[in-house]
Protein backbone atom coordinates (compact mmCIF):
# COMPACT_ATOMS: atom_id res chain seq x y z
CA UNK A 1 0.00 0.00 0.00
CA UNK A 2 3.00 2.40 1.17
CA UNK A 3 4.38 1.58 -2.26
CA UNK A 4 1.47 2.67 -4.39
CA UNK A 5 1.01 5.69 -2.23
CA UNK A 6 4.39 6.52 -3.26
CA UNK A 7 3.92 5.73 -6.77
CA UNK A 8 0.49 8.14 -6.94
CA UNK A 9 2.21 10.64 -5.45
CA UNK A 10 4.99 10.64 -7.50
CA UNK A 11 3.25 10.44 -10.52
CA UNK A 12 1.11 13.31 -9.30
CA UNK A 13 4.10 15.03 -8.70
CA UNK A 14 5.40 14.22 -12.25
CA UNK A 15 2.35 15.78 -13.67
CA UNK A 16 2.44 18.82 -11.56
CA UNK A 17 6.11 19.32 -12.84
CA UNK A 18 5.48 18.43 -16.75
CA UNK A 19 2.48 21.12 -16.24
CA UNK A 20 4.79 24.08 -15.20
CA UNK A 21 7.59 23.63 -16.45
CA UNK A 22 6.65 21.45 -19.58
CA UNK A 23 3.68 22.59 -20.26
CA UNK A 24 4.55 23.64 -23.78
CA UNK A 25 5.26 20.00 -24.53
CA UNK A 26 2.68 17.39 -25.47
CA UNK A 27 1.20 15.97 -22.01
CA UNK A 28 0.88 12.79 -23.81
CA UNK A 29 4.40 11.85 -24.35
CA UNK A 30 5.53 8.36 -24.28
CA UNK A 31 6.38 7.30 -20.92
CA UNK A 32 6.72 4.48 -18.14
CA UNK A 33 7.20 4.62 -14.24
CA UNK A 34 8.01 2.82 -11.74
CA UNK A 35 8.53 1.95 -8.00
CA UNK A 36 9.28 -1.02 -5.94
CA UNK A 37 7.24 -2.86 -3.18
CA UNK A 38 10.22 -3.04 -0.96
CA UNK A 39 13.06 -0.42 -0.49
CA UNK A 40 15.64 -3.57 0.08
CA UNK A 41 16.07 -7.09 -0.07
CA UNK A 42 17.26 -8.10 3.86
CA UNK A 43 18.76 -11.27 4.20
CA UNK A 44 18.80 -11.93 8.06
CA UNK A 45 19.50 -15.87 9.73
CA UNK A 46 15.96 -16.92 8.69
CA UNK A 47 16.53 -15.60 4.92
CA UNK A 48 15.36 -18.44 2.33
CA UNK A 49 14.53 -16.08 -0.35
CA UNK A 50 12.10 -13.19 -1.06
CA UNK A 51 10.33 -11.99 -3.92
CA UNK A 52 10.54 -8.93 -5.29
CA UNK A 53 7.31 -6.69 -6.26
CA UNK A 54 7.16 -4.01 -8.65
CA UNK A 55 4.34 -1.76 -9.93
CA UNK A 56 4.20 0.91 -12.67
CA UNK A 57 2.57 2.70 -15.17
CA UNK A 58 3.41 3.64 -18.69
CA UNK A 59 1.28 4.85 -22.17
CA UNK A 60 0.73 2.59 -24.84
CA UNK A 61 3.51 0.57 -26.27
CA UNK A 62 5.65 -2.77 -25.54
CA UNK A 63 7.29 -2.68 -22.63
CA UNK A 64 10.56 -4.94 -20.79
CA UNK A 65 11.67 -4.90 -17.44
CA UNK A 66 15.13 -6.15 -16.24
CA UNK A 67 16.82 -6.66 -12.80
CA UNK A 68 20.08 -7.53 -12.57
CA UNK A 69 22.43 -7.64 -10.06
CA UNK A 70 26.28 -6.38 -9.58
CA UNK A 71 28.59 -7.98 -11.93
CA UNK A 72 31.43 -10.37 -11.61
CA UNK A 73 33.98 -12.04 -13.57
CA UNK A 74 33.00 -15.66 -13.87
CA UNK A 75 35.10 -18.74 -14.60
CA UNK A 76 33.77 -21.31 -16.08
CA UNK A 77 35.51 -24.59 -16.11
CA UNK A 78 35.56 -27.71 -17.99
CA UNK A 79 36.70 -31.20 -16.47
CA UNK A 80 38.00 -34.06 -18.87
CA UNK A 81 39.74 -37.47 -17.96
CA UNK A 82 43.29 -37.33 -17.41
CA UNK A 83 45.04 -40.68 -16.14
CA UNK A 84 41.48 -42.00 -15.58
CA UNK A 85 40.28 -39.24 -13.40
CA UNK A 86 38.13 -36.21 -13.92
CA UNK A 87 40.08 -33.22 -13.62
CA UNK A 88 39.35 -29.52 -14.72
CA UNK A 89 41.32 -28.93 -17.25
CA UNK A 90 40.21 -26.37 -19.51
CA UNK A 91 38.41 -22.38 -18.44
CA UNK A 92 37.17 -19.59 -20.12
CA UNK A 93 37.23 -16.46 -17.87
CA UNK A 94 33.84 -14.23 -18.41
CA UNK A 95 33.53 -10.61 -17.62
CA UNK A 96 31.25 -8.32 -16.19
CA UNK A 97 28.43 -11.32 -15.95
CA UNK A 98 25.26 -10.15 -13.23
CA UNK A 99 25.79 -12.31 -9.92
CA UNK A 100 21.26 -12.40 -10.83
CA UNK A 101 19.22 -11.18 -14.07
CA UNK A 102 15.81 -11.72 -14.84
CA UNK A 103 12.85 -9.84 -17.09
CA UNK A 104 9.59 -9.67 -17.96
CA UNK A 105 8.28 -8.25 -21.38
CA UNK A 106 4.66 -7.54 -22.61
CA UNK A 107 3.93 -8.38 -26.05
CA UNK A 108 5.81 -10.49 -28.29
CA UNK A 109 9.98 -11.22 -27.05
CA UNK A 110 10.63 -11.56 -30.71
CA UNK A 111 8.96 -8.54 -32.17
CA UNK A 112 9.50 -6.45 -29.30
CA UNK A 113 11.96 -4.54 -30.99
CA UNK A 114 15.39 -5.75 -32.97
CA UNK A 115 18.06 -8.21 -31.48
CA UNK A 116 20.59 -5.64 -31.79
CA UNK A 117 18.63 -3.01 -29.19
CA UNK A 118 17.55 -5.32 -26.64
CA UNK A 119 20.85 -6.64 -26.90
CA UNK A 120 22.39 -3.58 -25.89
CA UNK A 121 19.65 -2.86 -23.42
CA UNK A 122 20.36 -6.30 -22.22
CA UNK A 123 17.00 -7.45 -22.75
CA UNK A 124 16.45 -11.10 -22.61
CA UNK A 125 18.59 -14.53 -22.02
CA UNK A 126 18.96 -15.52 -25.65
CA UNK A 127 20.49 -12.03 -26.38
CA UNK A 128 23.32 -12.28 -23.33
CA UNK A 129 26.22 -12.40 -24.67
CA UNK A 130 29.18 -11.71 -22.12
CA UNK A 131 32.98 -10.35 -23.24
CA UNK A 132 35.87 -12.55 -22.32
CA UNK A 133 39.45 -12.69 -23.60
CA UNK A 134 39.46 -16.26 -25.05
CA UNK A 135 39.29 -15.83 -28.96
CA UNK A 136 38.60 -19.55 -30.25
CA UNK A 137 34.96 -18.55 -31.02
CA UNK A 138 33.80 -22.07 -30.71
CA UNK A 139 35.22 -22.94 -27.40
CA UNK A 140 33.87 -19.54 -25.76
CA UNK A 141 30.35 -19.86 -27.71
CA UNK A 142 30.62 -23.63 -25.61
CA UNK A 143 31.54 -22.19 -22.52
CA UNK A 144 29.40 -19.31 -22.54
CA UNK A 145 26.25 -21.75 -23.12
CA UNK A 146 27.18 -23.85 -20.16
CA UNK A 147 27.72 -20.59 -18.28
CA UNK A 148 24.14 -19.65 -18.97
CA UNK A 149 22.73 -23.16 -18.39
CA UNK A 150 24.25 -23.53 -14.81
CA UNK A 151 23.60 -20.45 -13.66
CA UNK A 152 20.07 -20.71 -14.92
CA UNK A 153 19.85 -24.19 -12.81
CA UNK A 154 21.44 -22.27 -9.54
CA UNK A 155 18.11 -19.74 -9.88
CA UNK A 156 20.11 -16.77 -10.68
CA UNK A 157 19.22 -16.54 -14.45
CA UNK A 158 15.37 -17.47 -15.99
CA UNK A 159 14.39 -19.60 -18.13
CA UNK A 160 12.58 -17.25 -19.79
CA UNK A 161 10.54 -14.21 -19.70
CA UNK A 162 8.56 -13.20 -16.11
CA UNK A 163 4.91 -12.27 -16.60
CA UNK A 164 3.78 -8.40 -16.22
CA UNK A 165 0.25 -8.54 -14.88
CA UNK A 166 -2.01 -5.89 -15.94
CA UNK A 167 -4.01 -4.45 -13.80
CA UNK A 168 -5.43 -1.68 -15.58
CA UNK A 169 -4.69 -0.71 -19.31
CA UNK A 170 -1.61 1.37 -18.23
CA UNK A 171 -1.47 0.00 -14.31
CA UNK A 172 1.13 -3.36 -13.77
CA UNK A 173 2.49 -5.12 -11.39
CA UNK A 174 5.70 -8.13 -12.19
CA UNK A 175 7.10 -10.20 -9.79
CA UNK A 176 10.42 -11.27 -9.27
CA UNK A 177 11.66 -14.42 -7.40
CA UNK A 178 15.18 -14.22 -5.61
CA UNK A 179 16.76 -17.10 -4.31
CA UNK A 180 17.91 -18.09 -1.09
CA UNK A 181 21.80 -17.70 -2.82
CA UNK A 182 21.21 -14.40 -4.06
CA UNK A 183 24.13 -12.28 -3.76
CA UNK A 184 24.64 -9.61 -2.08
CA UNK A 185 25.04 -6.08 -4.08
CA UNK A 186 23.74 -3.12 -5.81
CA UNK A 187 20.41 -4.28 -7.85
CA UNK A 188 19.31 -2.07 -10.95
CA UNK A 189 15.17 -2.91 -11.99
CA UNK A 190 14.73 -0.80 -15.40
CA UNK A 191 11.67 -0.04 -17.22
CA UNK A 192 11.60 -0.15 -21.00
CA UNK A 193 9.17 1.17 -23.00
CA UNK A 194 9.22 0.36 -26.85
CA UNK A 195 7.00 1.83 -29.91
CA UNK A 196 7.25 0.32 -33.20
CA UNK A 197 10.53 -1.33 -32.17
CA UNK A 198 11.96 2.29 -30.84
CA UNK A 199 13.11 2.87 -27.61
CA UNK A 200 11.11 5.68 -26.28
CA UNK A 201 11.23 5.79 -22.83
CA UNK A 202 13.08 4.08 -20.04
CA UNK A 203 12.89 3.99 -16.29
CA UNK A 204 15.41 3.20 -13.69
CA UNK A 205 15.32 2.05 -9.91
CA UNK A 206 18.31 1.16 -7.63
CA UNK A 207 17.64 -1.23 -4.73
CA UNK A 208 20.31 -2.77 -2.31
CA UNK A 209 20.02 -7.24 -1.45
CA UNK A 210 21.90 -6.75 1.58
CA UNK A 211 22.38 -8.72 5.21
CA UNK A 212 20.86 -7.24 8.24
CA UNK A 213 20.92 -7.95 11.74
CA UNK A 214 23.24 -10.52 13.50
CA UNK A 215 24.15 -11.98 9.82
CA UNK A 216 24.88 -8.71 8.49
CA UNK A 217 27.34 -7.75 11.93
CA UNK A 218 29.27 -11.13 11.40
CA UNK A 219 29.65 -11.00 8.02
CA UNK A 220 31.18 -6.97 8.78
CA UNK A 221 33.16 -8.13 11.00
CA UNK A 222 34.19 -11.00 9.51
CA UNK A 223 35.72 -9.07 6.57
CA UNK A 224 36.49 -5.40 8.20
CA UNK A 225 38.53 -7.26 11.75
CA UNK A 226 39.77 -10.59 10.50
CA UNK A 227 42.28 -10.66 12.77
CA UNK A 228 39.75 -10.19 15.60
CA UNK A 229 37.27 -12.13 14.19
CA UNK A 230 39.49 -15.28 13.64
CA UNK A 231 40.54 -15.11 17.27
CA UNK A 232 36.82 -15.05 18.92
CA UNK A 233 36.09 -18.18 16.78
CA UNK A 234 39.06 -19.74 18.76
CA UNK A 235 38.01 -18.35 21.93
CA UNK A 236 34.46 -19.74 21.83
CA UNK A 237 35.37 -23.01 20.65
CA UNK A 238 37.70 -23.69 23.60
CA UNK A 239 35.51 -22.06 25.59
CA UNK A 240 32.56 -24.69 24.45
CA UNK A 241 34.95 -27.20 24.50
CA UNK A 242 36.22 -26.57 28.29
CA UNK A 243 32.33 -26.15 29.10
CA UNK A 244 31.16 -29.81 27.27
CA UNK A 245 34.68 -30.93 29.52
CA UNK A 246 33.25 -30.17 32.64
CA UNK A 247 29.38 -31.09 31.67
CA UNK A 248 30.76 -34.56 31.85
CA UNK A 249 33.51 -34.30 34.48
CA UNK A 250 30.32 -33.18 37.19
CA UNK A 251 28.14 -36.66 35.98
CA UNK B 1 14.09 -24.70 9.75
CA UNK B 2 16.93 -23.12 7.37
CA UNK B 3 19.39 -20.73 8.45
CA UNK B 4 21.48 -18.84 6.90
CA UNK B 5 25.15 -18.50 6.89
CA UNK B 6 26.39 -15.17 6.81
CA UNK B 7 30.00 -15.98 5.34
CA UNK B 8 28.79 -19.25 2.88
CA UNK B 9 26.10 -16.93 1.98
CA UNK B 10 23.63 -19.91 1.35
CA UNK B 11 20.70 -20.97 4.07
CA UNK B 12 21.29 -24.77 4.72
CA UNK B 13 18.41 -26.85 6.76
CA UNK B 14 19.58 -25.99 10.59
CA UNK B 15 18.91 -29.63 11.68
CA UNK B 16 21.13 -31.64 8.97
CA UNK B 17 24.20 -29.41 10.35
CA UNK B 18 23.32 -30.42 13.95
CA UNK B 19 22.58 -34.23 13.32
CA UNK B 20 26.19 -34.44 11.82
CA UNK B 21 27.52 -32.23 14.47
CA UNK B 22 26.38 -34.76 16.94
CA UNK B 23 26.91 -37.39 14.70
CA UNK B 24 30.93 -36.23 14.13
CA UNK B 25 30.74 -35.85 18.55
CA UNK B 26 29.53 -39.14 18.92
CA UNK B 27 32.35 -40.48 17.56
CA UNK B 28 35.08 -38.64 19.35
CA UNK B 29 33.17 -39.53 22.16
CA UNK B 30 33.19 -43.47 21.14
CA UNK B 31 36.76 -43.82 19.42
CA UNK B 32 38.18 -40.84 20.22
CA UNK B 33 38.68 -39.25 16.41
CA UNK B 34 38.17 -35.79 15.29
CA UNK B 35 35.47 -36.27 12.85
CA UNK B 36 36.73 -33.61 10.33
CA UNK B 37 37.07 -36.81 8.10
CA UNK B 38 33.40 -37.05 8.25
CA UNK B 39 31.79 -33.50 8.09
CA UNK B 40 34.26 -32.02 5.57
CA UNK B 41 32.93 -33.80 2.85
CA UNK B 42 29.26 -33.81 4.18
CA UNK B 43 29.26 -30.24 4.55
CA UNK B 44 30.78 -30.05 0.75
CA UNK B 45 27.74 -32.61 -0.05
CA UNK B 46 25.23 -30.27 1.38
CA UNK B 47 26.33 -27.44 -1.12
CA UNK B 48 28.32 -25.65 0.89
CA UNK B 49 31.49 -23.95 -0.66
CA UNK B 50 34.96 -26.25 -0.47
CA UNK B 51 36.71 -23.39 1.25
CA UNK B 52 33.92 -22.76 4.06
CA UNK B 53 34.17 -26.18 5.06
CA UNK B 54 37.10 -26.59 5.68
CA UNK B 55 38.06 -23.40 7.59
CA UNK B 56 35.06 -23.74 9.80
CA UNK B 57 35.51 -27.42 10.28
CA UNK B 58 38.87 -26.18 11.68
CA UNK B 59 37.30 -24.00 14.84
CA UNK B 60 34.86 -26.90 15.56
CA UNK B 61 37.75 -29.14 15.82
CA UNK B 62 39.52 -26.93 18.70
CA UNK B 63 36.19 -27.47 20.90
CA UNK B 64 36.57 -30.98 20.73
CA UNK B 65 40.21 -30.96 20.99
CA UNK B 66 40.34 -28.75 23.95
CA UNK B 67 37.20 -31.26 25.27
CA UNK B 68 39.29 -34.40 25.01
CA UNK B 69 42.69 -32.76 25.81
CA UNK B 70 41.54 -32.09 29.32
CA UNK B 71 40.31 -35.34 30.47
CA UNK B 72 43.91 -36.88 29.29
CA UNK B 73 45.73 -33.91 30.69
CA UNK B 74 44.29 -35.30 34.45
CA UNK B 75 45.55 -38.30 33.84
CA UNK B 76 48.58 -37.26 33.08
CA UNK B 77 48.44 -39.00 29.61
CA UNK B 78 50.07 -35.89 27.73
CA UNK B 79 53.94 -35.34 26.37
CA UNK B 80 53.78 -31.42 26.81
CA UNK B 81 57.34 -31.20 25.29
CA UNK B 82 57.09 -33.65 22.58
CA UNK B 83 53.76 -32.03 21.96
CA UNK B 84 55.59 -28.64 21.52
CA UNK B 85 57.96 -29.72 19.13
CA UNK B 86 55.28 -31.37 16.66
CA UNK B 87 53.52 -27.97 17.02
CA UNK B 88 56.84 -26.05 15.61
CA UNK B 89 56.43 -28.38 12.52
CA UNK B 90 52.17 -28.12 12.89
CA UNK B 91 52.71 -24.37 12.55
CA UNK B 92 54.89 -24.28 9.40
CA UNK B 93 53.00 -26.69 7.85
CA UNK B 94 49.47 -25.06 8.51
CA UNK B 95 50.41 -21.72 7.01
CA UNK B 96 52.55 -23.50 3.50
CA UNK B 97 49.21 -25.67 3.92
CA UNK B 98 47.21 -22.20 3.44
CA UNK B 99 49.21 -20.85 0.71
CA UNK B 100 48.86 -24.18 -1.15
CA UNK B 101 45.49 -24.11 -0.87
CA UNK B 102 44.64 -20.24 -1.57
CA UNK B 103 47.20 -21.02 -4.95
CA UNK B 104 44.77 -24.57 -5.49
CA UNK B 105 41.70 -22.53 -4.98
CA UNK B 106 43.26 -19.68 -8.23
CA UNK B 107 43.90 -22.90 -10.47
CA UNK B 108 41.01 -24.22 -9.79
CA UNK B 109 42.19 -27.73 -8.32
CA UNK B 110 41.09 -27.44 -4.95
CA UNK B 111 38.24 -29.41 -5.01
CA UNK B 112 40.50 -32.44 -7.23
CA UNK B 113 43.48 -32.48 -4.63
CA UNK B 114 40.76 -32.69 -1.32
CA UNK B 115 39.28 -35.72 -2.83
CA UNK B 116 42.47 -36.88 -4.03
CA UNK B 117 43.51 -36.69 -0.62
CA UNK B 118 40.81 -38.04 0.95
CA UNK B 119 40.85 -41.43 -1.43
CA UNK B 120 43.94 -41.91 -0.72
CA UNK B 121 44.42 -40.87 3.06
CA UNK B 122 41.54 -42.63 3.93
CA UNK B 123 41.44 -45.22 1.63
CA UNK B 124 45.36 -46.61 2.99
CA UNK B 125 44.65 -46.09 6.82
CA UNK B 126 40.85 -47.46 6.27
CA UNK B 127 42.07 -50.22 4.93
CA UNK B 128 45.45 -50.88 7.15
CA UNK B 129 42.61 -50.60 10.09
CA UNK B 130 39.87 -52.65 8.75
CA UNK B 131 42.89 -55.28 8.04
CA UNK B 132 44.56 -54.82 11.57
CA UNK B 133 41.49 -55.01 13.25
CA UNK B 134 40.01 -57.80 11.39
CA UNK B 135 43.25 -60.00 11.65
CA UNK B 136 43.14 -59.17 15.66
CA UNK B 137 39.43 -60.08 15.49
CA UNK B 138 40.65 -63.55 14.58
CA UNK B 139 43.89 -63.91 16.82
CA UNK B 140 43.08 -62.81 20.22
CA UNK B 141 45.20 -60.83 21.60
CA UNK B 142 46.29 -59.24 18.55
CA UNK B 143 49.48 -58.20 16.47
CA UNK B 144 52.18 -56.98 18.93
CA UNK B 145 54.01 -54.81 16.50
CA UNK B 146 57.68 -53.69 16.19
CA UNK B 147 57.83 -50.36 17.19
CA UNK B 148 60.82 -48.00 17.48
CA UNK B 149 62.13 -49.83 14.35
CA UNK B 150 62.53 -46.70 12.04
CA UNK B 151 64.46 -44.74 14.99
CA UNK B 152 66.93 -47.07 15.58
CA UNK B 153 67.59 -47.54 11.63
CA UNK B 154 70.74 -45.39 9.99
CA UNK B 155 68.52 -42.46 8.62
CA UNK B 156 66.95 -41.69 12.16
CA UNK B 157 70.35 -41.74 14.33
CA UNK B 158 71.67 -39.68 11.70
CA UNK B 159 69.84 -36.41 12.35
CA UNK B 160 70.56 -33.66 14.32
CA UNK B 161 69.27 -31.52 17.15
CA UNK B 162 68.80 -35.15 19.65
CA UNK B 163 66.51 -34.84 22.08
CA UNK B 164 65.15 -36.37 25.24
CA UNK B 165 61.62 -36.60 26.04
CA UNK B 166 61.31 -37.91 29.45
CA UNK B 167 57.52 -38.64 29.70
CA UNK B 168 57.70 -40.64 26.61
CA UNK B 169 61.36 -42.24 27.31
CA UNK B 170 62.58 -42.16 24.34
CA UNK B 171 65.63 -39.96 22.45
CA UNK B 172 65.25 -38.65 19.32
CA UNK B 173 66.20 -35.87 16.51
CA UNK B 174 63.69 -33.55 17.17
CA UNK B 175 63.58 -33.64 13.17
CA UNK B 176 61.11 -36.23 13.14
CA UNK B 177 58.13 -35.20 15.52
CA UNK B 178 58.48 -31.67 14.52
CA UNK B 179 58.23 -33.38 10.80
CA UNK B 180 54.54 -35.31 11.84
CA UNK B 181 53.36 -32.26 12.99
CA UNK B 182 54.20 -30.32 9.97
CA UNK B 183 52.36 -33.28 8.20
CA UNK B 184 49.54 -32.40 9.77
CA UNK B 185 49.17 -28.99 10.20
CA UNK B 186 49.53 -29.49 6.03
CA UNK B 187 46.35 -31.33 6.65
CA UNK B 188 44.47 -29.33 8.69
CA UNK B 189 44.78 -26.65 6.26
CA UNK B 190 44.19 -28.12 2.98
CA UNK B 191 41.50 -30.37 4.32
CA UNK B 192 40.29 -29.33 7.42
CA UNK B 193 41.40 -31.95 9.28
CA UNK B 194 42.67 -33.00 12.67
CA UNK B 195 44.85 -34.98 11.64
CA UNK B 196 44.61 -37.56 14.04
CA UNK B 197 43.68 -40.83 12.20
CA UNK B 198 47.15 -39.89 11.22
CA UNK B 199 49.28 -38.59 13.56
CA UNK B 200 47.93 -41.03 16.08
CA UNK B 201 49.62 -44.26 14.11
CA UNK B 202 52.34 -41.88 13.05
CA UNK B 203 53.24 -41.82 16.55
CA UNK B 204 52.95 -45.00 17.67
CA UNK B 205 54.78 -46.89 14.35
CA UNK B 206 57.44 -44.10 14.12
CA UNK B 207 58.49 -42.42 17.24
CA UNK B 208 57.49 -45.87 19.62
CA UNK B 209 55.10 -43.87 22.46
CA UNK B 210 52.84 -45.44 23.85
CA UNK B 211 49.30 -45.63 23.15
CA UNK B 212 47.76 -44.08 26.10
CA UNK B 213 49.82 -40.66 25.75
CA UNK B 214 50.01 -40.53 21.69
CA UNK B 215 46.02 -40.07 22.23
CA UNK B 216 46.50 -37.08 24.56
CA UNK B 217 49.84 -35.61 22.58
CA UNK B 218 48.30 -35.63 19.50
CA UNK B 219 45.08 -34.11 20.55
CA UNK B 220 47.13 -31.71 22.78
CA UNK B 221 49.12 -30.72 19.29
CA UNK B 222 45.79 -30.74 17.37
CA UNK B 223 44.27 -28.15 19.01
CA UNK B 224 46.78 -25.55 18.07
CA UNK B 225 47.46 -26.17 15.06
CA UNK B 226 43.26 -25.69 14.38
CA UNK B 227 43.37 -22.88 16.13
CA UNK B 228 46.08 -21.80 14.01
CA UNK B 229 44.13 -22.58 11.18
CA UNK B 230 40.53 -21.57 11.80
CA UNK B 231 42.87 -17.53 12.23
CA UNK B 232 44.79 -18.16 9.25
CA UNK B 233 41.73 -19.27 7.43
CA UNK B 234 39.62 -16.19 8.90
CA UNK B 235 42.13 -13.47 7.91
CA UNK B 236 43.47 -15.03 4.43
CA UNK B 237 40.68 -16.57 3.07
CA UNK B 238 37.25 -15.10 4.87
CA UNK B 239 35.91 -18.71 5.18
CA UNK B 240 35.08 -19.43 8.38
CA UNK B 241 31.38 -19.63 9.59
CA UNK B 242 30.44 -18.39 12.71
CA UNK B 243 27.01 -19.62 12.43
CA UNK B 244 27.69 -22.98 11.04
CA UNK B 245 30.70 -23.16 13.45
CA UNK B 246 27.94 -22.62 16.37
CA UNK B 247 25.81 -25.58 14.74
CA UNK B 248 28.58 -28.05 14.63
CA UNK B 249 30.00 -27.56 18.06
CA UNK B 250 26.57 -27.37 19.72
CA UNK B 251 25.83 -30.40 17.77
CA UNK B 252 29.60 -31.60 18.75
CA UNK B 253 28.97 -31.29 22.90
CA UNK B 254 25.71 -33.22 22.93
CA UNK B 255 27.07 -35.89 20.49
CA UNK B 256 30.34 -36.24 22.70
CA UNK B 257 28.28 -36.55 25.81
CA UNK B 258 26.25 -39.44 24.27
CA UNK B 259 29.27 -40.81 22.82
CA UNK B 260 31.21 -41.08 26.01
CA UNK B 261 27.99 -42.52 27.85
CA UNK B 262 27.38 -45.71 25.45
CA UNK B 263 31.64 -45.77 25.01
CA UNK B 264 31.25 -48.67 27.47
CA UNK B 265 28.87 -50.72 24.35
CA UNK B 266 31.14 -50.23 21.54
CA UNK B 267 34.36 -50.90 22.87
CA UNK B 268 36.39 -53.50 21.39
CA UNK B 269 37.64 -54.83 18.37
CA UNK B 270 34.20 -54.37 16.33
CA UNK B 271 34.08 -50.62 17.10
CA UNK B 272 37.37 -50.64 15.28
CA UNK B 273 35.79 -52.73 12.36
CA UNK B 274 33.19 -50.20 12.56
CA UNK B 275 35.43 -47.20 12.38
CA UNK B 276 37.37 -48.38 9.79
CA UNK B 277 34.85 -49.65 7.39
CA UNK B 278 32.83 -46.25 7.66
CA UNK B 279 36.50 -44.48 6.63
CA UNK B 280 36.89 -46.79 3.62
CA UNK B 281 33.12 -45.94 2.28
CA UNK B 282 33.92 -42.42 2.82
CA UNK B 283 37.29 -42.99 0.61
CA UNK B 284 35.33 -45.76 -2.02
CA UNK B 285 32.34 -42.41 -2.27
CA UNK B 286 35.40 -39.62 -2.92
CA UNK B 287 37.12 -42.20 -5.25
CA UNK B 288 33.70 -42.49 -7.61
CA UNK B 289 33.46 -38.67 -7.77
CA UNK B 290 36.66 -38.66 -9.30
CA UNK B 291 36.56 -41.72 -11.52
CA UNK B 292 32.84 -41.74 -12.48
CA UNK B 293 31.60 -39.59 -15.38
CA UNK B 294 30.52 -36.49 -14.36
CA UNK B 295 26.89 -34.97 -15.43
CA UNK B 296 27.89 -31.81 -16.02
CA UNK B 297 31.52 -31.40 -17.30
CA UNK B 298 31.59 -27.64 -16.45
CA UNK B 299 31.52 -25.89 -13.79
CA UNK B 300 30.92 -21.59 -13.06
CA UNK B 301 33.34 -19.48 -10.09
CA UNK B 302 32.05 -16.53 -9.27
CA UNK B 303 35.86 -14.17 -8.65
Redesign the interface.
Same mark, same amino acid.
Given at each position: MIAMRKLFLFILSYFMFSFIFLSEISVADDEVVIDLAQMQIS??? =???GDELVIYGTRTKGDLAITIRGPD?? /????????IM =? /????TD?V?FNKVP?YYDYAIIGDETGISSEKILNELGIGIDEMDFSSDEDDILKKEL?HE??I???QSEGLLPLSSEKIENITDDFFKVKFILP??V??GKYIVEAFLFNDGKLVDRFRKDFPVT?VG???E??KM??EH??L???S /??L???L? =?? =???M??RRR | MYIYLPIAEMSVPAEAILALGVFVGFLSGVFGVGGGFLSTPFMIFLGIPPAVAVGTQASQLVASGVSGVLGHLKKGNVDIKMGIVMLGGGFIGSIIGIFIFKMLKHFGQIDLVISALYVILLGVIGGMMLFESILSFFKKGGSDKKTGDFLSGKFASKLPYKMKFEQSKIYVSALIPAFIGFVGGLLVSIMGIGGGFLLVPAMIYILGMSPLLVAGTSLFQIIFTTAFSTVLHAVANHTVDLVLSVLLIVGGVIGVRVGLAMAKYFGGVGARIFLSLMIVIIAIKMAFGLLVEPEDYFSVVVR
Open positions: INT =GFNHN /MIVRKKSK =G /MWVNSEVFALRIRSNPTQISAIYAMSWYGF /MVFAVM =GW =GSHLF | -
